[in-house]
């Protein structure tokens, strides 16, 4: 990426979006027990959805202490606006279903790379997610280009 800011200086970066189904917001340290067993306990579903194939998360999976550290870096890439990364939970509830990752492409610097994961037990919302912040990035971000895997 070169020297030019992921979003402009005066954009208002969401903090949420809600649905009837699910909500997300800014991902931190906060979050860590939940997240790290939404994902432990779903690493093959994961790194089966579309963006994923085969990356993340790793396959012997990662100490609580080492996702704590990933959740920091995180929040603070949230807070330096160098990249976003929400939790995803569910309507009602604090409990963690999935993320979305919203970055720059580390090989184009026009386009936004933008991931997403629900836990395999909420298989059922993949779609709903991708079409909710599909929308939600057309609508409210100020990207140009988006590579976000289709369902």
């Known amino acids: 990426m070169t020297g030019q800011p992921f979003v402009p200086s005066d954009f208002v ?10 909500r997300l917001e800014p991902l931190g340290p906060e979050h860590n027990a939940a997240d790290y067993a939404a994902w432990t306990n779903s690493i093959g579903h994961i790194r089966a959805t579309p963006g994923f ?4 998360p790793p396959v012997d999976g990662m100490s609580t202490d ?3 550290a990933d959740l920091q ?6 807070a330096q606006r160098r990249g976003f990364t929400y ?4 309507a009602g509830t604090d409990d963690v279903i999935g993320c ?3 970055y720059p492409s580390r090989n184009d610097e026009h386009l936004t790379d933008v991931r997403s994961w629900v836990r395999a037990d909420r298989a059922e919302l993949d779609v ?5 912040v599909s929308t939600w990035l057309a609508t409210f ?3 140009a280009r988006i590579d976000y895997a289709s369902r």
């Open 66 to 68: 080492a996702n704590l």
């Open 53 to 56: 194939q085969g990356s993340w």
């Open 87 to 90: 939790t995803v939970l569910e």
């Open 73 to 78: 870096r995180h929040a603070a890439d949230f």
């Open 100 to 102: 979305v990752y919203i």
């Open 128 to 132: 709903a997610l991708y079409e909710s």
């Open 13 to 22: 970066v969401p903090t949420e979006l809600i649905t009837p189904r699910f």
């Open 141 to 143: 971000w100020p990207f």
